[in-house]
C-alpha cells in the first residue's frame, strides 16, 4: 500500500526537472513534503492564489528588491503551506539571493535553484498527470477496500477474519483490545506476536483514546474507536511498521482501520458469543495444540490477555459436556466464579461439548480447592459432565503436556462413572485396568486380544447354551481361589471344577498358571468394557 502523492524528492527525480540541474539550497529535510499541485507565478504575492503542498516555480522576476520584502514573500509561502519554492537562475538571477537563502533557511521553506532552463509549462503536465494518477489509483484502491469489508459483512465474517483482512491490506500489524486494554485479536504484519504484544498493556495506556481515528502516543499507533450498541467497547490499534522512517499512515490506511471499525460493529452484532470468550478459545486451543509460533509469542498473547506468564503455575482442566451439549451459559458463569475468586485464568471451547480452564495459580493457591470448587459449579449446571484434570505446571509451554494428561483422563472415564469420595473431578492415578481399556476400546488390537483369548468359550456358550464365561468371571475375580469363585457363582466344589477343567481344554490354557491367568483377567476385562460401550 503507497497511499502519498509524490513528494518533493520525486518531483526533483523527473527527467523535466532533472534536465534544468536542480541544487536543493535550503530546507533538505523538507524534501518528503508531498506535493498535491503545481503553481507557476510571477506575482509578488502568489500566497492568495495557493491552498497548500504546492511547488512554487518561479523565474525569479516579481521577488522584491528588499530584503524585508523577500521574507514577508517567504513567510506567505510558508504559512500557506507551500511544498517548496523553485527558482530558475537564468534570467534575473544566476544564483540564488542571499535574501532569500536567508529567509527560506529561517522558515525551513526548501529552495531549489535550477541552473539551466526548463519549460514550467512541460513540468506542470508531467506532474500533474502524475498526481491525477496517483490520485486516481488511491481511489481505486479505496473503492477495492469498501468492497473487501462490504464481502465480508455479508458472508458473516468473524472478527478475526475481519483483522486478519486489514492486516492483509495494510501491510501493517492490526490488534484489536477492550477497554481494558486486554489483547483479543492480533494480526502482526512484519513482526512476530511476541514484538508486537510485548508489555502491551503498558503500551496501550501510554497511547490515549480518541473518540476519532487518529495517530497518538509514543509509537505513533494509528487508532479507531470500536462501537456496539451506541457506545465504545474496545479499539483498534495500527502499528507502525518496525523499519518506518517517513509517514507511518496515509489516507488509505485510515480508510482500512475506519471500515475494519465499522465491519466489527456488524460482526459483533451477528456473533452473539463475547469477543474475550473467543480471543481465550482461539489462546487455548493454541496452547493446549501447540500451534504458536514460539513459546515467545504465546507468552505474549496470553500476557496481553491477562494471563500472567511468570511466577504463577497452570492447571489443565477439561469438561467433557457429552453430545449436544451447549457450554456457553457454563462458560460465562466460570468466567463470573473465577473473576469473584481473584484468579486469572483462560477459558473457552476446545472442541464441541467440550471446555477447557487454564488458571494461573500463585504459589500460595493450592490447586485443589480451585479444581474442586470449578468442577462442582460445572456438575452444578450440567450434572453429567465429566471433569479431568492434568499436573500442575510451572511454565507457559508446558500446558500442552497438561492438556494432554487431562484428555487422557477423560478418555479413560465412562459416563456414568462414580467419582471418587472426596472430590468431583477426575486425575491420572485415578485411570486403572479398566479405565484404561475403555479408552483404547476403538484400538482394533485390543479387539483382536479379546476375541483371539476368548473367542472359543464364547463360541461354546452360545452353541451349546452353557455359561461358561461367567464362571470363568468368577473365578479370575476370585484371584484363582475355587471355592470362594463356588460360592460367587452358586456351584458345588466339583461343578466348578469341573467347568474350570473344561474351560482350560477349550482355551488350551493352564489356569494354575499365574500369567495365564493375567491374560484372560486383561481380556475379559477388556471384554466388559467393549459390551458395556
Not at 536542480?22 to 500566497?47: F, K, M, N, S, Y
Not at 468442577?375 to 471433569?387: C, E, M, N, Q
Amino acid at each position: 500500500m503507497n497511499p502519498h502523492p509524490p513528494s518533493v524528492a520525486d518531483i526533483l527525480a523527473l527527467p523535466v526537472l532533472a534536465a534544468g540541474q536542480p541544487q536543493v539550497v535550503t530546507g533538505p529535510a523538507g524534501l518528503d513534503r508531498p506535493v498535491r499541485w503545481v503553481h507557476i507565478t510571477e506575482l509578488t504575492d502568489p500566497a492568495s492564489f495557493l491552498k497548500g503542498g504546492e511547488l512554487v516555480l518561479t523565474t525569479g522576476m516579481p521577488l522584491p528588491d528588499d530584503a524585508a520584502g523577500v521574507r514577508r514573500y517567504v513567510d506567505e509561502l510558508t504559512d500557506v503551506g507551500a511544498a517548496a519554492l523553485v527558482i530558475e537562475l537564468v534570467r534575473r538571477y544566476h544564483r540564488p539571493p542571499d535574501a532569500l537563502v536567508q529567509a527560506c533557511r529561517a522558515r525551513g521553506l526548501p529552495l531549489v535553484a535550477l541552473a539551466r532552463d526548463v519549460n514550467f509549462l512541460e513540468v506542470t503536465q508531467v506532474v500533474h498527470a502524475l498526481i491525477l494518477g496517483s490520485q486516481a489509483d488511491a481511489m481505486r484502491r479505496t473503492q477495492r477496500i469498501h468492497e473487501a469489508f462490504t464481502g465480508l459483512t455479508l458472508r458473516g465474517a468473524g472478527p478475526e477474519d475481519v483483522v486478519r483482512a486489514a492486516a492483509e491490506m495494510s501491510g501493517r500489524t492490526v490488534v484489536l483490545e477492550n477497554l481494558v486494554h486486554q489483547a483479543l485479536i492480533c494480526e502482526p504484519s512484519g513482526s512476530t506476536v511476541e514484538e508486537a504484544l510485548g508489555d502491551w498493556e503498558q503500551r496501550s495506556r501510554a497511547t490515549e483514546p480518541g473518540d476519532h481515528t487518529g495517530a497518538s502516543g509514543p509509537e505513533g499507533w494509528l487508532t479507531a474507536p470500536v462501537s456496539y450498541q451506541g457506545e465504545q467497547w474496545g479499539r483498534l490499534a495500527m502499528l507502525r511498521a518496525p523499519a518506518d522512517s517517513g509517514p507511518a499512515f496515509g489516507p488509505e490506511h485510515i480508510t482500512v482501520l475506519e471500515r475494519t471499525a465499522m465491519a466489527l460493529t456488524v460482526a459483533r452484532l451477528i456473533h452473539s458469543t463475547p469477543w474475550e470468550h473467543t480471543a481465550h478459545r482461539t489462546a487455548l486451543r493454541e496452547l493446549a495444540e501447540q500451534r504458536h509460533h514460539s513459546p515467545e509469542d504465546a507468552r505474549a498473547r496470553c500476557a496481553a490477555l491477562g494471563l500472567p506468564t511468570e511466577g504463577v503455575a497452570y492447571l489443565a482442566i477439561l469438561l467433557d459436556l457429552g453430545p449436544g451439549a451447549e457450554g456457553g451459559e457454563l462458560e460465562t458463569r466460570l468466567h463470573g466464579e473465577l473473576r469473584s475468586a481473584g484468579i486469572p485464568a483462560l477459558v473457552g471451547e476446545l472442541a464441541p461439548g467440550r471446555l477447557g480452564i487454564l488458571p494461573a495459580l500463585r504459589p500460595d493457591r493450592p490447586w485443589r480447592p480451585v479444581a474442586e470448587r470449578l468442577s462442582g459449579t460445572a456438575l452444578g449446571l450440567v450434572p453429567g459432565a465429566i471433569v479431568g484434570v492434568g499436573s500442575e505446571v510451572t511454565d507457559l509451554a508446558d500446558t500442552a503436556r497438561s492438556f494432554r494428561e487431562a484428555a487422557r483422563v477423560i478418555e479413560a472415564t465412562p459416563p456414568g462413572q462414580p467419582l471418587p469420595p472426596d472430590r468431583s473431578f477426575h486425575e491420572l492415578p485415578d485411570i486403572d485396568l479398566r479405565r484404561l481399556l475403555y479408552a483404547l476400546r476403538e484400538d482394533t488390537r485390543v479387539q483382536d486380544y479379546t476375541e483371539r483369548r476368548l473367542g472359543r468359550l464364547i463360541d461354546h456358550d452360545t452353541k451349546h447354551g452353557t455359561d461358561l464365561l461367567t464362571t470363568l468371571g468368577h473365578y479370575l475375580d476370585a484371584a484363582g481361589n475355587k471355592t470362594t469363585a463356588a460360592r460367587r457363582g452358586g456351584l458345588s466344589r466339583e461343578t466348578m471344577y469341573q467347568r474350570l477343567r473344561t474351560i482350560e481344554r477349550l482355551l488350551e490354557s493352564d489356569l494354575e498358571s499365574g500369567e495365564r491367568r493375567t491374560e484372560l483377567h486383561v481380556a475379559l476385562t477388556a471384554l466388559r468394557v467393549l459390551r458395556a460401550g
